[in-house]
């Protein structure tokens, strides 16, 4: 088990560990001083690679970590923390970003709740905006970045309002004609993850995978209420609540616009950001023209597609069964 950083311990000598602000499943996130610009405060993000690979593998991993935490540091948007360094020590690797003041919508999401209250629409639509134009910023990369760990704990609003999409610890970087490239191990949060995420099949993860995420989370979001994650819907399809059966507040075309994300087959879903957004912010209504969204997700289970589930719910089934006889 991996051992947190104590408070004041000093990496590199630059950054001084302040404290634990965040928990991941390979490791924590620490609020750090920058020794080397007085005044500036930082978040270090820890990753510990498998120690059941082989060391060959663990260096790998970590020589994938360093070449996709180079394309990182390059980017440049709003609303996306600044990456400025990463470093590896020993099995640890680290990346070093802007630290981003404020609550996350988690947060702000569970107050509404305790006041017996949603989060009004017209506010999480303004977050939604933000969230797209970080996405499409990283799906136009060349190649594209998957985040594929978007969720409502992974957005903070700053005290300005700038929402800012942060912890990269799922991060993929597309290779052009391959199958995406992942440098840590994990699959989401279950209930913003879909199908694909999981492995299994001839499926792999793509821009399509962060879109179903960004539905889920405007559900959680606009119902207080956490999405059935996506193995559970492949065996109860009705399992998924209309978002407007529980919040009727809501409008039919938000409503529209997550169902069509959150449709179990990468093909039933908008093939683009840019698509979606432009459906939610008004900009095009062809998806009125459609069948209802829980139809939609219903008719997607056709023969082609039932095969793709079918094999990814053995693969699972399969990884489980493995899983049991190590542990």
Same mark, same amino acid.
């Given at each position: 088990m991996l051992v947190p950083l104590k408070s004041g311990e000093t990496l590199r000598h630059r950054y001084v560990i302040k404290r634990i602000i965040g928990h991941g499943g390979m490791g924590s996130i620490y609020l750090a001083e920058d020794l080397?610009?007085?005044?500036?405060?930082?978040?270090?993000?820890? &990753?510990? =690679?498998?120690?059941?690979?082989?060391?060959?593998?663990?260096?790998? #991993?970590?020589?994938?970590?360093?070449?996709? #935490?180079?394309?990182?540091?390059?980017?440049?948007?709003?609303?996306?923390?600044?990456?400025?360094?990463y470093f590896s020590i020993g099995?640890?690797? !680290?990346? &070093?970003?802007?630290? &981003?003041? @404020?609550?996350?919508?988690?947060?702000?999401?569970?107050? #509404?709740? =305790?006041?017996?209250?949603?989060?009004?629409?017209?506010?999480?639509?303004?977050? #939604?905006?933000?969230l797209a134009?970080?996405?499409? !910023?990283? =799906? +136009?990369?060349n190649p594209p970045i998957l985040h594929r760990d978007i969720k409502?704990?992974?957005?903070?609003?700053?005290?300005?309002?700038?929402?800012?999409? /942060?912890?990269?610890?799922?991060?993929?970087?597309?290779?052009? @004609?391959?199958?995406?490239?992942?440098?840590?191990?994990?699959? +989401?949060?279950? /209930?913003y993850t879909p199908l694909e995420q999981y492995g299994g099949g001839s499926i792999h993860t793509d821009i399509r995978s962060d879109i179903y995420s960004f539905g889920a989370t405007l559900y959680h979001l606009l119902t207080n209420t956490p999405p059935p994650d996506a193995r559970q819907r492949f065996i109860h399809p009705e399992c998924l609540k209309p978002p407007r059966a529980i919040n009727p507040s809501i409008s039919f075309q938000m409503e529209r616009a997550i169902l069509w994300a959150m449709n179990l087959h990468p093909d039933e879903r908008p093939q683009s950001m840019a698509e979606l957004k432009d459906?939610?912010?008004?900009?095009?209504?062809?998806?009125?023209? =459609?069948?209802?969204?829980?139809?939609?997700v219903r008719s997607a289970l056709k023969e082609k597609e039932i095969n793709w589930l079918a094999i990814s719910a053995l693969a699972l089934t399969i990884f489980g069964f493995v899983a049991s006889l190590l542990y």
């Open positions: 080397r610009l007085k005044g500036r405060v930082c978040a270090l993000k820890e &990753v510990e =690679h498998d120690q059941t690979l082989s060391r060959s593998l663990r260096q790998e #991993a970590q020589n994938q970590f360093k070449q996709e #935490a180079t394309v990182l540091a390059r980017l440049d948007h709003p609303n996306l923390p600044k990456v400025s360094d099995d640890r690797d !680290y990346l &070093v970003m802007d630290y &981003v003041p @404020g609550n996350d919508l988690r947060t702000l999401m569970l107050m #509404a709740k =305790h006041k017996e209250k949603f989060l009004d629409e017209g506010e999480v639509r303004s977050w #939604a905006n933000q134009d970080a996405l499409l !910023y990283l =799906h +136009g990369q409502p704990s992974n957005l903070k609003l700053t005290p300005n309002g700038l929402l800012k999409l /942060v912890d990269f610890g799922l991060v993929k970087i597309m290779a052009p @004609g391959e199958a995406t490239i992942t440098i840590i191990q994990g699959q +989401g949060t279950a /209930v459906f939610f912010i008004g900009k095009s209504m062809k998806r009125e023209l =459609h069948p209802s969204p829980i139809e939609d």
